[in-house]
């Protein structure tokens, strides 16, 4: 696991001291608050609907067991309890004072951990592939270019003022786990024929009121060339990328209207100008940063383990080792996901009670290491799959063993109006409904994988435009409404969902989920899930589901 | 016939929590809140509240409407802000209870007028 250095240490211990000092001149009235906004805002701290919220960074989702207790004391010590991990593989707390502040990030500091690159227009935390370094199929560890883009962004003086915030997402296996074609960058590390180390480098996707799915604009970058080809990738969009408006300020809207091969020509003119070997990483850093992630004391294992499957002859094992435990890199362990999706409860919520039983599971069973998905899911990724049973009982016992992994009840839903000050409509309470209405663990198996996402605005952080349904909160004359899309994806398939038919109110779209999912168990053909039953006969059946009396076109 | 009535409200600087003008200060309870009906009376006491930067953060007035003769917020983002978080009723102003956090709560969409102005206590 990377540790950070003394200058890490040192960056972190400066920057607290610094907002230290602003929240004093603040709460002194020697700042005003349109003077000390973008300064909170630059070390996390929003001004939500009931409070202020903290959103603690996690660097590409990776958390050890010490940061997960340390994460657990801010929410008994500081906030009521409780954390709220997010689509973007941070956590939030939701009920912070701006005076504890400066005292929550001291604590922080103490465990590695901070709120630096959580907002802000700057380079944001790096969304990564939760199941780095364990997952079979990966090329490389994706933590380790990761972590040399943080190191790189953190308080990069050229690109911390950019147009509009800017997030990055690193994946090294085919199968996407970090929604890559939808962030400003997404990198996808391949082998070329050569065995050489390169990035597809896809630009522009995002989602928000303006979604897209990126471009490519480089098939193979070599590896070693990233930093200085994502410097040339950002100082073409802070030169041209639109400051007039707000909604408009995006990279996604440049390279639109550019056109990506221009904007891929523009890149490359400034790539082909600069000192690169001044701007790549030097190789020792590099393997520097390799080492740290490389430590982890696998045991030679036998590939099946005896324990594992006589534990499945209890059927809800069964069913929790089917859906949430997938096979790892090294025989004889297993990569196990930690549903925070339990029937009825908060999308992404997890008490402070969990989060320590969640440590000390992970440093029983799992090597001391914790991944946040970008689902809102935790992963527990180096178990031995003898150990899986005992891991099981520990998490049944507090209740985080729900066994949904990528089921219909494992939805993504931002906080939306029950927190946020952005939002139109509320999020959770609709996730709730549907949940109870797929609580039929057999039922939710049959359907089969189907993810659901819940975005309260138009801003989209609960990533409705990619969910193979997505759920908009809207406001209509004054009341919560509710805009189905249907064909979404934000894995390798990326696509954006089309809009099924006017929205609902919030009492009737538990029973419209019902009715999409019914319409398609009657239809599919075998091995398809509902978005490959969508893609093949189109919105007709399920537009007549959800809107029977409607006149088809 | 609409009478237009107003509540200012914003959050509490230091600690975050949503507050309300009430006859005896910054109030964390909407029941406590003064209920304008003159505009002008409304506006001067936004500008007022403006000028506290050193307890107050983001000050506005928000629209209430009489719903059977208690002050409604018009919109159903003031009532969630007013309540707390629906999916945790013991959390925020709405876990004290009484008369108006039911109101509140049992209120829909767009809060309405019933015309009953007299019960209100007004400024």
Not at chain 1, 226 to 231: A, H, K, P, Q
Not at chain 1, 283 to 310: H, K, N, Q, W, Y
Not at chain 1, 440 to 453: F, V, Y
């Amino acid at each position: 696991m990377f540790h950070y250095d003394a200058i890490d240490a040192a960056m972190v211990a400066d920057r607290n001291a610094e907002f230290r000092d602003q929240v004093q001149r603040r709460l002194s009235g020697d700042l005003t608050e349109d003077q000390f906004k973008p300064l909170r805002l630059m070390n996390g701290l929003y001004l939500q609907l009931h409070s202020y919220m903290l959103r603690v960074s996690i660097p590409y989702g990776a958390l050890t067991s010490a940061k997960m207790r340390a994460l657990a004391h801010v929410a008994r010590r500081w906030d009521r309890g409780y954390g709220h991990f997010t689509t973007r593989q941070n956590v939030q707390f939701h009920w912070i004072k701006l005076s504890d502040t400066p005292d929550v990030l001291d604590y922080l500091a103490t465990a590695e951990l901070h709120a630096i690159q959580t907002s802000g227009n700057c380079i944001r935390n790096t969304t990564s592939d939760p199941f780095a370094g364990a997952a079979a199929e990966e090329v490389d560890d994706p933590r380790v270019w990761s972590e040399v883009i943080r190191q790189w962004s953190t308080f990069h003086p050229e690109f911390t003022y950019l147009p509009r915030k800017f997030k990055i997402a690193v994946t090294a296996s085919p199968q996407d786990r970090t929604a890559a074609r939808a962030h400003d960058i997404g990198l996808v590390l391949r082998r070329n024929r050569d065995g050489r180390l390169g990035f597809e480098v896809i630009v522009g996707g995002g989602m928000g009121r303006t979604p897209y799915i990126g471009s490519t604009i480089r098939e193979h970058l070599p590896a070693e060339h990233l930093l200085s080809y994502l410097t040339a990738i950002l100082r073409v969009y802070n030169r041209f990328g639109r400051r007039d408006n707000l909604y408009k300020a995006r990279i996604k809207i440049l390279v639109a209207s550019l056109g990506a091969a221009d904007f891929a020509s523009q890149v490359d003119a400034e790539w082909d100008a600069m000192d690169r070997p001044r701007l790549d990483l030097p190789d020792l850093e590099l393997a520097r940063i390799r080492a740290s992630f490389g430590l982890v004391p696998f045991r030679t294992l036998p590939p099946r383990s005896e324990r594992f499957e006589a534990a499945r002859s209890d059927p809800a094992f069964a069913r929790f080792a089917r859906n949430n435990v997938v096979p790892h890199k090294i025989p004889g362990y297993g990569i196990v996901q930690v549903s925070l999706k339990g029937i009825g409860e908060v999308p992404g919520d997890c008490s402070a009670d969990q989060m320590e039983v969640l440590a000390d599971l992970a440093e029983r069973h799992g090597h001391g290491e914790i991944r946040v998905t970008h689902e809102q899911n935790l992963v527990l990724p180096h178990v031995p799959l003898g150990e899986v049973p005992a891991l099981y009982a520990g998490l049944a016992a507090a209740g985080l063993a729900t066994p949904n992994i990528n089921l219909v009840s494992d939805m993504i839903a931002c906080p939306g109006l029950d927190y946020c000050a952005l939002a139109n409509a509320r999020a959770i309470p609709v996730a709730q409904a549907i949940s109870r209405t797929f609580a039929d663990p057999a039922r939710a198996e049959r359907i089969g994988e189907l993810k659901i996402k819940i975005s309260g605005c138009i801003n989209a952080c609960g990533h409705h435009h990619v969910g193979h349904i997505g759920i908009l909160g809207v406001d209509k004359k004054g009341e919560e409404f509710y805009q189905l899309t249907l064909g979404g994806s934000g894995a390798e398939d990326a696509a954006i969902g089309h809009v099924l038919g006017p929205a609902l109110g919030a009492d009737k779209v538990a029973d419209a989920i019902d009715k999409l999912v019914e319409a398609y168990l009657a239809i599919r053909q075998p091995d398809e899930r509902f978005l490959d039953t969508y893609r093949r006969t189109g919105v007709g059946p399920f537009k007549a589901a959800v809107y029977p009396d409607a006149h088809q076109a | 016939m609409s009478e237009a009535l107003k509540v200012l409200t914003a959050n509490d600087l230091a600690g975050g929590q949503v507050v309300f003008l009430s006859e005896a200060g910054w109030s964390d309870r909407y029941a406590d809140a003064v209920i304008f009906d003159d505009a002008a009376a409304a506006d001067a006491a936004l500008e007022a509240a403006r000028a506290a930067t050193l307890t107050l953060a983001d000050p506005y007035l928000i629209d209430v409407a009489a719903v059977d003769g208690l002050p409604v917020p018009t919109s159903y983002r003031e009532r969630i802000r007013a309540l707390g978080p629906t999916i945790h009723p013991d959390m925020g102003p709405q876990a004290d209870g009484g008369v108006l956090v039911q109101a509140l709560q049992q209120a829909r969409g767009a809060a309405r007028s019933s015309g009953r102005l007299g019960l209100i206590r007004r400024k």
